[in-house]
């Protein structure tokens, strides 16, 4: 059946429909402006990064606590305290630094002659303190980058979504034309860069704070290894 000539012509023209628009991840990367790519790489190489030294870390970190609550366990076990420094002095368990820290001090102090009992207390102090800062610097190191992450990844994804939606903008004012699908693929690329930032600033943020309360028991564990062996040094010092 054929419509009547007017009603024919007043029929718009069918137009074909538009194909689906993909927004895959890696159909939004490979469509992206070469500075979003930039932004995107940057980004999940950040990522990456992140979650090695994670991995890393808390390895590193169970090690130390591990073995510095052996060899505390086992030191304050021992009968003989120059015995067990000799046989275990050299352990790669911080508190083992820490051991030999206080007893070079101690050596150093109770040769020469007219011991001072107060000068010999903070020379202890000092040297175990020392040892328990500086065993804690090595074992946080690289710390500081899941916090520079965590803090910049947002502010550089955000770049990119700034500059995904003036591509929008500029494809507008080109197009003449403010339809969705002229807008829609840059609008996707910005979002999908403020999705990488995030992706990449969420594991950082979580795990630095994680890691560094683990950071701060091994530190307060230390520190009450050395306030133990400060006090058997001070007990020392009343008998000489």
Same mark, same amino acid.
């Given at each position: 059946?054929?419509?009547?000539?007017?009603?024919?012509?007043?029929?718009?023209?069918?137009?074909?429909?538009?194909?689906?628009?993909?927004?895959?991840?890696?159909?939004?990367?490979?469509?992206?402006?070469?500075?979003?790519?930039?932004?995107?790489?940057?980004?999940?190489?950040?990522?990456?990064?992140? !979650? /090695? $030294?994670?991995? #890393? *870390? @808390? +390895?590193?970190? &169970?090690?130390?606590?591990?073995?510095?609550?052996?060899?505390?366990?086992?030191?304050?076990?021992?009968?003989?305290?120059?015995?067990?420094?000799?046989?275990?002095?050299?352990?790669?368990?911080?508190?083992?630094?820490?051991?030999?820290?206080?007893?070079?001090?101690?050596?150093?102090?109770?040769?020469?002659?007219?011991?001072?009992?107060?000068?010999?207390?903070?020379?202890?102090?000092?040297?175990?303190?020392?040892?328990?800062?500086?065993?804690?610097?090595?074992?946080?190191?690289?710390?500081?980058?899941?916090?520079?992450?965590?803090?910049?990844?947002?502010?550089?994804?955000?770049?990119?979504?700034? !500059? /995904? $939606?003036?591509? #929008? *903008? @500029? +494809?507008?004012? &080109?197009?003449?034309?403010?339809?969705?699908?002229?807008?829609?693929?840059?609008?996707?690329?910005?979002?999908?860069?403020?999705?990488?930032?995030?992706?990449?600033?969420?594991?950082?943020?979580?795990?630095?704070?994680?890691?560094?309360?683990?950071?701060?028991?091994?530190?307060?564990?230390?520190?009450?290894?050395?306030?133990?062996?400060?006090?058997?040094?001070?007990?020392?010092?009343?008998?000489?």
């Amino acid at each position: 059946m054929t419509l009547p000539l007017f009603l024919a012509a007043a029929v718009p023209p069918s137009t074909p429909a538009a194909g689906p628009i993909t927004l895959s991840p890696v159909s939004l990367f490979l469509e992206a402006d070469i500075v979003v790519k930039i932004v995107m790489i940057g980004l999940l190489l950040a990522s990456v990064w992140t !979650w /090695g $030294i994670i991995v #890393s *870390f @808390t +390895a590193r970190l &169970g090690r130390a606590r591990k073995r510095s609550e052996e060899f505390e366990r086992a030191f304050w076990q021992a009968q003989d305290m120059d015995a067990f420094v000799k046989d275990r002095g050299k352990d790669d368990a911080p508190s083992a630094a820490v051991l030999q820290a206080g007893i070079s001090e101690w050596r150093r102090s109770t040769a020469k002659r007219g011991l001072s009992a107060e000068g010999t207390r903070d020379r202890l102090a000092t040297a175990m303190g020392s040892a328990v800062a500086t065993a804690i610097d090595k074992i946080s190191d690289r710390l500081n980058v899941l916090a520079t992450i965590g803090s910049v990844a947002p502010f550089v994804g955000l770049f990119g979504t700034v !500059w /995904g $939606i003036m591509r #929008s *903008f @500029t +494809a507008i004012a &080109g197009e003449q034309n403010t339809s969705l699908a002229v807008v829609a693929p840059g609008i996707a690329e910005a979002l999908f860069a403020t999705a990488i930032g995030l992706f990449a600033a969420i594991p950082a943020v979580i795990a630095y704070n994680r890691l560094s309360h683990g950071v701060n028991r091994l530190e307060a564990r230390l520190q009450r290894f050395a306030d133990g062996l400060y006090t058997t040094f001070s007990r020392e010092l009343e008998g000489a």
